[in-house]
């Protein structure tokens, strides 16, 4: 027995040592909004051992030394490879994947008003999604949709304010969103798109062609929903700030969230200020743009939600904007009020019901010397009122909502400045039926009524889905109708004494019929190195485009002069073709590209200020990888290409953007971004409404920091 002893004596002597210099390595796996990842796939490599994630998103990793790789793969996300380091006090370290947008998994709404995954929706929906948003480094919602999207198009109009052209329909006919509601005013027929900062924006859904079945008014051309980001961290503060050398333009920013028990809140700060660029001296007289006017703008947001139960979360939210355009004897002032209240009831788990209130009002205001002139007074003050009820069948969903709203608006393009106000109301209703796993057919129709017109639209919507090896087709049917506003019903405005333009009551809802037909496949290939995630789709648009609301010449009668007046007319026709191909490698590279071809017929959709472009493409080669725990890197080449405009102006021309992206994460929430915009130094011979608004190569900078990712 005593040699016995002292034999396990010396075993015990010779492991102890060992068993000291073993390390011990925990961590989390969560998403992007910090939920944690179950039975995400933990591969060690130098212990060749496969572990899962537990119900928290926890592991636990035992290496003999001070550091340890691995790579993480889950369903849905990139597959990324982690260093950690040996610490003397040991912590859990959270360690966050990315969604991967060619697997489809993320849920959208826009399309069905519910809950989706995007590979199920049988609507046609782009999603440009939180790590998009990331690579793309936009500065505004025009930077980030004409990076990612062909057949869109921002321009400049009188004023110089924005005007869009989205496959061949221009703003009016394109509703913006944000979280589902609508945005009152409008800056030449266009919604003020300086509203829409992206600081705390977690995706944007676009819908192409009509959805005004769900939608109602504006939605002829299609829905663009930008979706504020959701945050189930205790805590999280990002500040950042960027400057660009066009315009010396500064942008400074601040988002914080904060989550404690039933209570969350999301505040969010964008301050930007640019001077004034000349793009080409007065002496050119080709050009009809000059200069970009220089200044201003502040958007402050702020988001509450309480859970009050487990079936109930109340949210409150409110808003202000500003903006000051700087101009060469004169200041544009535009402001923006709004507010909402929002009830979301879980009555059942087959039943919810979603009750809102919002308020919106957009003012401008002209200055000279400091002092308000008043007669560029304008303000528009929009109500509304929402409900919808969603009742699920087993698979089945029944849908069912109503809306109202007030329109109030005050503008010195009436006569004596009188306002003018009207009322509209409608109902909906929608059912999303399931009868097979490999087949969704989504049928609504909804009626709106209008006041001051006293006119009715009725819209219908029919799509339909099929899957068969690994291939989707989807195929629809969408009314489409946007009803006379307020201005182009009472217009009398003296246009700088260039002619008169009037209004008429009498005018009817614009009317489009649009079908649709897309074919998408996705998958995986296996390949060691090069294989990865794909997505190709193709699809094909025809739009019918009756009683259009537009100007046409007035000879004047006892009343008025002559000029011009508001009138419908028929006949137009939208066709056009999207393409979009996208591939990433579990070794990091990406590859994505777009590509649409647009052609009109009949009475053209165009103006002075945007024609449509026939072909127009983008694209991104990228590369992402994290080489260590604390660096990050990620590089991408980007470009667009805008064919010639069928128009009748000879200034103008085709011409191709492209843009070196350089982002990297240099210690933990810490990230610096370089871009290079216009490459190759491209400069328009003429610069013209649709010509784009460069000086040749220009670069930006900036640095973003997650406060609470440096401390975790």
Not at 230 to 246: A, D, F, G, K, Q
Not at 551 to 578: H, K, L
Request: glycine content about 8%; some cysteine.
């Amino acid at each position: 027995m005593f040699y016995i002893r002292i034999i396990l004596i010396t075993i015990c002597g010779l492991l102890t040592p060992f068993d000291a210099l073993a390390e011990i390595f925990k961590g989390q796996v969560v998403d992007e909004s910090g939920s944690p990842l179950i039975g995400a796939v933990i591969k060690s490599v130098k212990e060749n051992k496969t572990m899962f994630t537990d119900v928290n998103g926890n592991f636990t990793i035992v290496s003999s030394g001070n550091t340890v790789k691995f790579q993480i793969s889950y369903t849905g996300f990139i597959t990324e490879t982690f260093i950690l380091k040996a610490e003397r006090k040991p912590r859990v370290h959270k360690l966050r994947l990315t969604s991967d947008t060619g697997a489809l998994q993320e849920v959208v709404i826009t399309a069905t008003r519910t809950p989706k995954n995007l590979k199920d929706v049988p609507v046609v929906t782009r999603l440009i999604s939180e790590e998009d948003l990331r690579k793309a480094d936009a500065t505004n919602i025009q930077d980030l949709l004409t990076d990612e999207l062909p057949g869109l198009e921002f321009s400049y109009a009188m004023s110089q304010e924005t005007s869009l052209n989205m496959s061949g329909f221009g703003g009016k006919a394109v509703l913006f969103l944000v979280d589902g509601e609508r945005l009152a005013g409008e800056t030449l027929e266009n919604v003020d798109f300086n509203r829409l900062n992206l600081g705390n924006v977690g995706r944007v859904e676009i819908v192409k062609g009509a959805a005004s079945a769900l939608y109602g008014a504006n939605a002829v051309g299609g829905v663009v929903n930008l979706i504020t980001r959701e945050n189930t961290e205790p805590w999280h503060v990002n500040v950042n700030s960027r400057y660009r050398s066009l315009g010396n333009e500064w942008r400074h920013g601040a988002d914080i969230s904060l989550h404690s028990g039933k209570w969350t809140s999301n505040t969010d700060a964008q301050y930007t200020t640019a001077q004034t660029v000349r793009l080409t001296d007065a002496f050119d007289t080709e050009s009809s743009i000059h200069n970009i006017f220089g200044g201003n703008s502040l958007n402050l947001k702020e988001r509450i939600s309480y859970q009050a139960s487990d079936k109930l979360r109340l949210t409150a939210r409110g808003g202000y904007f500003n903006r000051i355009s700087t101009r060469i004897n004169y200041d544009d002032h535009y402001m923006d009020y709004n507010g909402g209240l929002r009830g979301v009831w879980n009555i059942t788990s087959r039943q919810t019901l979603e009750l809102s209130y919002s308020y919106d009002q957009y003012d401008k205001n002209r200055y000279v010397n400091a002092e308000r002139t008043h007669d560029h007074d304008y303000s528009n003050r929009q109500h509304i009122a929402h409900a919808l009820y969603t009742h699920c069948f087993g698979k089945n969903i029944l849908t069912a909502g109503a809306d109202y709203m007030h329109d109030y608006l005050l503008t010195y393009q009436f006569v004596d400045d009188e306002p003018h106000s009207q009322s509209s109301a409608d109902a909906f209703v929608q059912f999303d039926y399931n009868p097979l796993s490999w087949l969704n057919l989504v049928a609504s129709v909804r009626d709106d009524y209008f006041s001051e017109s006293k006119n009715n639209a009725l819209t219908a919507r029919l799509a339909s889905m099929f899957k068969f090896n690994g291939f989707s087709v989807r195929a629809s049917y969408a009314g489409g109708f946007r009803a006379p506003t307020l201005k182009e019903m009472y217009m009398n405005f003296d246009m700088a004494g260039i002619q008169m333009i009037y209004g008429n009551p009498g005018l009817k809802p614009e009317r489009s019929h649009n079908f649709s037909i897309s074919l998408e496949h996705s998958g995986r290939t296996s390949d060691v190195h090069w294989g990865g995630s794909y997505n190709l789709t193709a699809t094909g648009h025809y739009n019918m485009y009756d009683s259009r609301i537009t100007t046409t010449d007035f000879p004047g009668d006892e009343y008025r002069e002559e000029g011009a007046i508001y009138c419908n007319e028929n006949g137009v026709r939208v066709s056009c073709v999207d393409f979009s191909a996208r591939y990433r490698t579990v070794m990091g590279l990406g590859f994505l590209f777009n590509y649409n071809y647009l052609h009109t017929s009949g009475n053209t959709i165009d103006s002075q200020f945007s024609q449509p472009r026939p072909h127009s493409m983008t694209w991104r080669l990228d590369y992402e990888k994290r080489l260590c725990s604390v660096y990050k890197l990620y590089a991408g080449i980007s470009g667009r290409y805008l064919a010639k405009p069928v128009s009748r102006y000879e200034t103008d021309a085709a011409y191709s953007l492209w843009k070196f992206t350089l982002q990297q994460e240099v210690w933990h929430g810490i990230n610096i971004n370089f871009v290079i915009d216009n490459l190759l130094d491209y400069r328009p011979k003429v610069y013209y409404w649709n010509s784009t608004p460069t000086t040749g190569r220009n670069w930006s900078v900036g640095i973003s920091m997650d406060i609470d990712s440096m401390f975790k």
